[in-house]
């Protein structure tokens, strides 16, 4: 099959879709069929240029057009077709987010990571805020197949979008290939790794952390650090004013965003993962955690109980004396960090890029069945 996969949201910040579009890619290209697809992955930028050196047997689509202009035109008018910008002929045409990218003929594939902007637009901002909420149930109900990245993430594109979680496929993202931590570091630190907006509940992580801090100090017992690594999003500069103020001056420690080199010694350097969020259609920081041994401490909320199954710590999302008590426990608790460490790893070991990757080209050739049928009416 010839097949154009939009890698734009991997051209710059590997964030959570940009990781995903980057390594599905690359197991797609390393996976063994015959006959082999041809994948064309397409980027489009005035300034960032793909060259593709580390996507082998890649046909490269990288054109010096405004993505913003571009995306404009693609949401409101499904114009030009994609063919028209590669000079180029697809049998399936795959979005990475859930507008379709326009074609001629191909078969429209979209994966679909959360719905939370149909349920919360105002967490979101620019286009997305613009677009997604007004287009995205239309154009996942008439793409030709459609991916979803957790179970949780199937059933709400039924209840939102009235798609059916029966014609959805499942493709859950993969565990990098990093090596366990069988130990945890001597002085380690409180992770939060995402982006920083208001989805990702950061506010209240501070509110627990600050309450921990005044606890623990009472008690004359010694808080890890906090460290916050991820973009700064819509919302992130009331937040990180929190950190440079009392009681939290001194106490975190804000990276920015994190190179994908340095990713994994980011989370080395941590004894449990904290991940907030008001909702997670997978939570890929969770499984990056666990392939290294890091516990993972989440709220109970969207993909995260799927992701985890049972071997990280939940707590009612929202409830800051909840978190706080956990964190408080965590931190004492060495046994119970050693368990969720082992736990972890078994559970990280159910997922897999390939496995990802295999469940892609089942949507394609869906899509395309689906395609040719609709053609012929």
């Not at 004359?220 to 700064?232: D, E, F, H, K, M």
């Not at 004894?271 to 909702?279: K, R, Y």
């Amino acid at each position: 099959m010839r097949i154009l996969l939009d890698y734009r949201p991997a051209l710059r910040q590997r964030t959570g879709v940009g990781e995903y579009v980057h390594e599905l890619t690359r197991a797609l290209l390393a996976a063994e069929v015959h006959p082999p697809d041809v994948i064309t992955v397409f980027s489009a930028s005035m300034r960032d240029r793909l060259d593709g050196s580390d996507l082998p047997g890649a046909v490269i689509a990288d054109l010096p057009v405004p993505v913003r202009a571009l995306n404009y035109a693609w949401h409101r008018w499904q114009w030009p077709p994609v063919e028209t910008l590669t000079r180029f002929d697809y049998d399936v045409v795959h979005a990475a987010h859930p507008i379709r990218i326009p074609s001629r003929r191909a078969a429209q594939v979209v994966t679909v990571h959360d719905l939370d902007f149909l349920r919360h637009p105002e967490r979101t901002r620019a286009e997305i805020r613009r677009d997604y909420p007004a287009l995205a149930p239309a154009h996942i109900r008439a793409a030709d197949a459609v991916l979803a990245v957790s179970a949780t993430t199937a059933r709400d594109i039924e209840s939102l979008t009235g798609h059916p979680a029966s014609r959805v496929i499942v493709a859950p993202l993969g565990r990098p290939d990093w090596p366990h931590r069988r130990e945890e570091p001597a002085d380690g630190v409180i992770l939060f790794f995402g982006t920083i907006e208001p989805r990702k509940n950061v506010d209240s992580l501070l509110d627990a952390y600050a309450w921990l801090i005044a606890q623990r100090d009472a008690a004359g017992r010694a808080t890890p650090p906090l460290v916050l690594a991820g973009s700064a999003g819509g919302g992130a500069d009331a937040l990180l004013a929190r950190t440079r103020q009392a009681p939290l001056l001194g106490r975190v420690e804000v990276l920015g965003y994190v190179d994908p080199d340095v990713r994994l010694d980011t989370y080395r350097r941590a004894i449990a993962l904290v991940m907030p969020s008001h909702a997670e259609g997978f939570g890929l920081p969770a499984l990056e955690a666990m392939t290294v041994g890091v516990p993972v401490i989440a709220a109970d909320a969207g993909a995260l109980p799927e992701v985890l199954g049972g071997a990280g710590a939940l707590y009612p999302p929202g409830d800051v004396d909840a978190l706080c008590a956990t964190l408080n426990t965590m931190i004492d608790d060495e046994v119970r960090r050693d368990h969720m460490r082992a736990a972890g790893w078994q559970r990280a070991l159910d997922f897999s890029w390939a496995h990802t990757a295999e469940r892609t080209r089942e949507a394609w050739q869906l899509a395309r069945a689906a395609a040719h049928e609709r053609h012929r009416g």
